[in-house]
């Protein structure tokens, strides 16, 4: 008899990694908690802004992008996503808070 030949089996698609939000709180006097994240590419952060909401914050990012984003008492909250790997610090412009940072990997 002839051997019936053994089909090889079909390798099944290893499973995709679905991007991840990540919460960050800024205060008014542009303190931010955590301090630290560490993403993959694709992750985003959201900056929320915590009460009470005396003035805006801005958010810069050393480097860029993305430069900068806003929160205020209309706009509470603003993602970011981050599509390249690097370390960047953020900290709030005009405030004397803490520095924060974010590594994406």
Not at 1 to 10: A, D, L, V
Not at 13 to 24: D, F, G, N, R
Not at 78 to 84: C, D, H
């Given at each position: 008899?002839?051997?019936?030949?053994?089909?090889?089996?079909?390798p099944s698609?290893?499973?995709?990694?679905?991007?991840?939000?990540?919460?960050?709180t800024?205060t008014?006097?542009?303190?931010y908690?955590p301090?630290?994240?560490?993403?993959k590419?694709?992750d985003s952060?959201?900056i929320?802004y915590s009460?009470p909401r005396?003035s805006?914050?801005i958010?810069?990012?050393t480097?860029?992008?993305?430069?900068?984003?806003?929160v205020?008492s209309e706009?509470t909250s603003?993602?970011?996503?981050?599509?390249?790997a690097g370390?960047?610090?953020f900290?709030?412009k005009d405030?004397?808070?803490?520095?924060a940072?974010v590594?994406?990997?």
């Open positions: 008899p002839t051997p019936t030949p053994t089909p090889n089996p079909t698609p290893s499973p995709v990694a679905q991007p991840t939000t990540y919460t960050v800024v008014n006097a542009g303190n908690s301090a630290s994240l560490s993403l590419i694709g952060i959201t929320v009460a005396t805006e914050v958010t810069v990012f480097p860029a992008p993305p430069a900068s984003v806003t205020d706009r603003r993602t970011v996503t981050f599509t390249t370390t960047r610090t900290k709030a405030h004397n808070g803490n520095t940072t590594t994406v990997q």
